[in-house]
């Protein structure tokens, strides 16, 4: 691949809850790996990913944002301007859910252009889930956002979450015509080493 100073560039904000693994998400697909004992990010985090779409450099510049109620209003300052967000909530607490709608909404709303994905962490704990997929799927269509659930801790969905978000930001010349709700299928299996990246 070449050097990210030639790649087309896409900001990328992760947003939602303290907990729900948003910076264990953005380290599984940059570092590969998962820590038990990742602190909660303060202010915000920032990531860069290099992969290819076809015969297209990407650089994802990922903005991990902290979820504690402090930090709220400082959100729209990394959204702005954001090609994709993530918007992330733990599949075993429903109250994460209801806060990644007020996500949904206000991106919506204030970021029209952002192309957003709805997504549900944790999905290695379903003996302990608390939050309908179905439920998740009929609303991502009902608003016309992606919707994906993954496991940060296992792997699962994860690259193919970014791989789906990459496709569609080079695919699309106007991300506003994105707007119909569609499901990304994790396939049931480990996360690959190196898809998409030399």
């Known amino acids: 691949m070449s050097s990210t100073n030639t ?8 947003l939602g809850e303290s907990g729900v693994g ?7 697909l940059v570092k590969r790996e998962w820590s038990e004992t990742l602190n909660s990010t303060v202010g915000a985090s ?5 992969c290819r779409v076809g015969d297209v450099d990407v650089c994802f510049e990922i903005w991990d944002t902290a ?5 709220k209003s400082l959100a729209s300052m990394y959204y702005r301007g954001a090609a994709a967000a993530l918007i ?3 599949i075993t607490s429903y109250d994460t859910y209801e806060c990644a709608l007020n996500w949904v909404r206000e991106l919506s709303t204030n970021s029209p252009e952002t192309i957003i994905t709805l997504v549900g962490n944790k999905n290695d704990l379903e003996s302990s889930r608390r939050v309908s997929t179905e439920e998740c799927r009929r609303y991502a269509t009902e608003v016309g956002v992606f919707f994906t659930e993954a496991s940060a801790k296992n792997g699962n969905g994860v690259q193919e979450m970014f ?11 106007n991300p506003n015509s994105v707007r ?12 690959p080493q190196s898809r998409c990246c030399g």
């Not at 979820?67 to 930090?71: I, L, M, P, S």
């Not at 119909?180 to 996360?191: C, D, F, L, S």
């Open 22 to 28: 948003k910076s264990s998400l953005a380290q599984r």
């Open 46 to 50: 920032f990531f860069r990913y290099p």
């Open 163 to 173: 791989d789906e978000i990459a496709k569609t930001l080079v695919e699309t010349k």
């Open 67 to 71: 979820g504690q109620e402090r930090y």
């Open 180 to 191: 119909e709700g569609r499901v990304i299928v994790p396939e049931q299996r480990p996360a």
């Open 88 to 90: 992330v909530y733990d």
């Open 7 to 14: 790649a087309k560039r896409y900001k990328v904000v992760l």
